[in-house]
């Protein structure tokens, strides 16, 4: 069993209810130990609030990256505004949050109604609500550009839930289906056992294998975490630039460039300090790994630090097996 360093059992947040893919997610992590109570919230943002300021939650995973669709950026601007709020006066921040793990889970989507239909019924509605979690449009584009081509005569319309498994709580909820509107979800078959939905359609996303990549969180504490096997050590870090400097972000490469560390992704998002900040500044998200035991570390990121406005190391963590499947 797995205790929490105050002797009770392990308390697990994920965005919920019952049946998304993050508690997919957390039954992956946690699932094979007993005495974890996996406890759902209503957004990605109160996942990491409520791990931050709830004294009797361990552990928070929140989705990342999906292969098809990308960054998920909700979770994105929850680091950035970590580090800009916790930057006070201080060149390195270090995070009150840290990850101490990755996961991947396979996301098929199914189309899911409340009762049994058939697929080439549809046509016959004058109006169709589809709800989902905003992520999951772009790893469904092609697939609902391709049912609205086959009714002609319907309007589709795209709405967006706090996730997949409540789209369909709502579309079993919703108000009773009029012989002309239509209320249907797209999430996973598990969402939909939960709410004894009927899947009309399944495998819907564009790309067969989408996948996306979650981050598994704990509080900063001085307990080094434990590191499931991997030969690869991945570590997440994110900085702004100096930005009237023009050599700036070229001088925060060249350090990667000085030392055995390879970058496997770098990607950036408005750095948005309204309303005293310029448009047009980004803070860079920025992975790395070294396979070398001669890395040195210490000088490493004193480099970073001279190059840097502001960085924050938000942990390193063994690569998942699942990166490579
Ligand atoms: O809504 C869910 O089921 C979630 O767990 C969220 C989420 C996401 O934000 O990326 C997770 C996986 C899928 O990509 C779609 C939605």
Redesign the pocket.
């Known amino acids: 069993m797995t205790v929490a360093s105050s002797g009770q059992p392990i308390a697990v947040l994920f ?1 919920g209810p019952e049946g ?3 508690h997919q997610a957390a039954l992956q992590q946690f699932g094979d130990q007993s005495n974890t109570k996996f406890v759902a919230t209503d957004s990605i943002p109160e996942c990491l609030e409520r791990l931050e300021n709830d004294c009797n939650i361990d552990y928070a995973v929140v ?1 990342f990256e ?1 292969s098809t669709n990308g960054q ?1 950026i909700f979770t994105y601007d929850l680091l950035r505004d970590r580090m800009v709020r916790q930057s006070e006066g201080v060149n390195r921040v270090v995070p009150e949050l840290e990850v101490l793990d990755e996961q991947y889970v396979s ?1 098929t989507h199914c189309l899911v109604a409340s009762s049994a239909l058939d697929l080439e019924s549809l046509s016959k509605y004058k109006r169709i609500k589809i709800y989902s ?1 905003p ?2 449009w772009g ?1 469904v584009d092609k697939y609902l550009q391709n049912l609205q081509y086959r009714c002609p005569g319907t309007v589709i319309e795209r709405l967006d839930t706090p ?3 409540d789209a369909v709580k709502r579309t079993v909820q919703v108000e009773s289906q009029s012989g002309e509107i239509l209320s249907l979800a797209i999430a996973s078959n598990t969402a939909a056992k939960v709410y004894n939905a009927h899947i009309i359609d399944q495998a819907i996303n564009d790309k067969q294998g989408n996948t ?1 990549r979650f981050l598994v969180f704990r509080k900063r504490c001085a307990t080094a975490v434990q590191l499931r096997d991997s030969r690869t050590k991945v570590s997440l870090l994110t900085f702004t630039i100096k930005h009237d400097d023009p050599r700036s972000l070229v001088d925060v490469l060249a350090t990667f460039k000085n030392y055995p560390v390879n970058i496997c992704s770098m990607s950036s998002r408005p750095l948005r300090e309204e309303p005293k900040g310029k448009k047009w500044q980004y803070i860079y998200f920025l992975e790395y790994y070294c396979e070398s035991n001669e890395m040195e570390w210490d000088a490493f990121y004193r480099e970073i630090s001279g190059s840097c406005s502001l960085w924050c190391l938000w942990g390193t963590f063994a690569r998942n097996g699942l990166y490579y499947s």
């Open positions: 965005l998304t893919y993050s989705p999906n998920v996301v979690h992520q999951v790893q996730s997949t498994s996306t």
